[in-house]
T-cell receptor, first 114, second 110 residues
Framework: ETGVTQSPTHLIKTRGQQVTLRCSSQ?????VSWYQQALGQGPQFIFQ???????GRGNFPPRFSGLQFPNYSSELNVNALELDDSALYLC?????????????FGPGTRLKFT | GNSVTQMEGPVTLSEEAFLTINCTYT??????LFWYVQYPGEGLQLLLK?????DKGSNKGFEATYRKETTSFHLEKGSVQVSDSAVYFC?????????FGAGTTVTVRA
């Protein structure tokens, strides 16, 4: 069984640029959630995709957008990058059944600025 | 609102010592509760979970009990090893999203 994978592992950008992060969900999982983890903090929920539709969003501005594809993989796009966007971006996949609704995380993409 | 508060670190212990990390939550209803662990340079790994009051989650010698009356889910391990050095996050699940605490850094010395 293949786990959650993310690409790229690292990115270096400058302020104002745009970035696309990618996530492949664990086999059989149809739901993908994205989280932002700033240094020294817990992850913060950005949004979730279920069957190619956004299924909930955290307190993030519209310049954070996403997609989910028919194979359940997902992209996170961030426009007009700001220095505060420097963080580890985590993707988690799940199968939304049952009360525990476990989410399995990928290794993350670390975004830094020059 | 929904939130998770966990014991601030860092915590430094000697091998074979007893570890406790406190976690309390606020939420509507009775959310599922989780502990995740993050090793240096890696993503999050699910350590254990509990889905209803009085459930005890356990894994790799770690335990946590879902206490509805105190809205707590404290993590414990009776004898830590150097390999347990990591950042530990308490989380609850509400409306299909996880809310995390700030994390507790644990360092175990040989």
């Amino acid at each position: 069984e293949t786990g959650v994978t993310q690409s790229p592992t690292h990115l270096i950008k400058t302020r104002g640029q745009q970035v696309t992060l990618r996530c492949s969900s664990q086999s059989g999982h149809n739901t993908v959630s994205w989280y932002q983890q700033a240094l020294g903090q817990g992850p913060q929920f950005i949004f979730q995709y279920y069957r190619e539709e956004e299924n909930g969003r955290g307190n993030f501005p519209p310049r954070f957008s996403g997609l989910q594809f028919p194979n359940y993989s997902s992209e996170l796009n961030v426009n007009a990058l700001e220095l505060d966007d420097s963080a580890l971006y985590l993707c988690a996949s799940s199968l939304p059944t049952g009360p525990s609704y476990e989410q399995y995380f990928g290794p993350g993409t670390r975004l830094k600025f020059t | 609102g929904n939130s998770v508060t966990q014991m601030e670190g860092p915590v430094t212990l000697s091998e074979e010592a007893f570890l406790t990390i406190n976690c309390t939550y606020t939420a509507t209803g009775y959310p599922s509760l989780f502990w995740y662990v993050q090793y240096p340079g890696e993503g999050l790994q699910l350590l254990l979970k509990a889905t209803k009051a009085d459930d005890k989650g356990s894994n790799k010698g770690f335990e946590a009990t879902y206490r509805k009356e105190t809205t707590s889910f404290h993590l414990e391990k009776g004898s830590v090893q150097v390999s347990d050095s990591a950042v530990y996050f308490c989380a609850h699940l509400n409306d299909y999203k996880l809310s995390f605490g700030a994390g507790t850094t644990v360092t175990v010395r040989a």
